[in-house]
Structures are given as structure tokens and as C-alpha cells.
């Protein structure tokens, strides 16, 4: 006979257990409007860029969106076949909408653009939380490079390609600055 009680209680402790003990030494979230274009997207090429990197186990990486309007969906089906054809995964991702939480589990609150900066600024508790939201064309390594990751959703397949490129370069360009940190093995 199983014991049920047992089984939740053990379950219970697993979810009680203090993050901090679990949890890696960065934690990045990507945040555009719906979390299923360009921030799922960000989320996928980061994070084969720190798994080439070897830095699977240093670092936390989630994607939020602005607004509800997408929650529980899968990403754009246009974004993830653009980001397949590149060799990203953009597969159990579901979208989800930015928390109060997030402030507190996240290093860096990365936007898109400069609406999400800014709706993130209005959202953060503190100004603690309000410099840890950066943009990620804060990191392009490309000079001259826009300062939106401009929304690809209501255009054609190249405005995913192009998103993907402004990534692309982005990411390195961050994966940089996280392999900067004096906490990151």
C-alpha cells in the first residue's frame, strides 16, 4: 500500500526546501509582451549558448512575457521553426506572464525593447530591482546596433530571422558578461 501522506509530505519538503541552496549562481530572465516570440526565443539561444559554454550548471534561464495574453501557450510556431532551422529549441516552453516574484529570483530581468524596459521598471519593488533591467541590446557586441529587438509577430518569416541574428549577437555578448562575474566558476 502506498502511503500517501508520506508521499506529499516528502513532496512538500521538496518544495520548501530554500532555493538559495539549489539555486545557480545567475539567474536571467528574458521578458517581452506575450513570451512567445522574442523572449522564448532569447531563453532558447542562451541557453545553448551557456550549455556550449559549460556553464549548464552556473546558470538559471526562464522567459516572461509583459501581459497575459498568451499564458499557457507554446511559442509562435513561426519562432520556432525559424529558431529549429538555426539548431534552437524552442520546445516546452510555455508562455507566462512576469511575476513580482521575478524581482527577487532574478540577477537580470532582461527586455526587448524599450516598452518592456520600461514596464519592468514600473513593476520592480525598489531600486535594487529597478538596475537589475537591462535590455539586451545593452549586450550586441555589433556597433550601431537598434535598441529594440523589434516584434516579428505580425510580420513576415525574415522579421524572425532578424530577431534571431539581434540575438544571437546579443547573447554572446552577455554570455560574456556573465562569464565576467567573479561568482561564475
Avoid: W
Avoid at 539549489?22 to 531563453?43: L, Q
Avoid at 551557456?50 to 495574453?69: E, M, P, Q, Y
Amino acid at each position: 500500500m502506498i502511503n500517501l501522506k508520506h508521499e506529499v509530505t516528502q513532496i512538500d519538503h521538496d518544495l520548501l526546501e530554500c532555493p538559495e541552496e539549489r539555486a545557480p549562481m545567475v539567474a536571467i530572465v528574458f521578458v517581452c509582451t506575450g513570451n512567445i516570440c522574442r523572449s522564448p526565443t532569447a531563453e532558447a539561444v542562451f541557453r545553448h549558448k551557456v550549455h556550449a559554454a559549460g556553464l549548464d550548471g552556473a546558470v538559471r534561464i526562464d522567459s516572461a512575457g509583459t501581459t497575459a495574453f498568451h499564458v499557457g501557450e507554446p511559442p509562435d510556431p513561426r519562432a520556432a521553426d525559424a529558431a529549429q532551422r538555426r539548431g534552437y529549441s524552442l520546445d516546452g516552453q510555455l508562455a507566462r506572464r512576469v511575476h513580482p516574484d521575478d524581482f527577487d529570483r532574478f540577477d537580470l530581468l532582461v527586455a526587448m525593447d524599450r516598452g518592456h524596459h520600461k514596464a519592468l521598471l514600473r513593476m520592480a519593488p525598489d531600486d535594487d530591482a529597478r538596475a537589475r533591467v537591462v535590455m539586451m541590446s545593452d549586450f550586441s557586441r555589433r556597433p550601431n546596433a537598434l535598441a529594440d529587438v523589434p516584434d516579428p509577430y505580425y510580420g513576415g518569416g525574415d522579421g524572425f530571422e532578424r530577431v534571431l541574428d539581434m540575438l544571437e549577437d546579443a547573447a554572446e555578448g552577455l554570455l560574456d558578461h556573465v562569464r565576467a562575474r567573479p561568482d561564475v566558476a
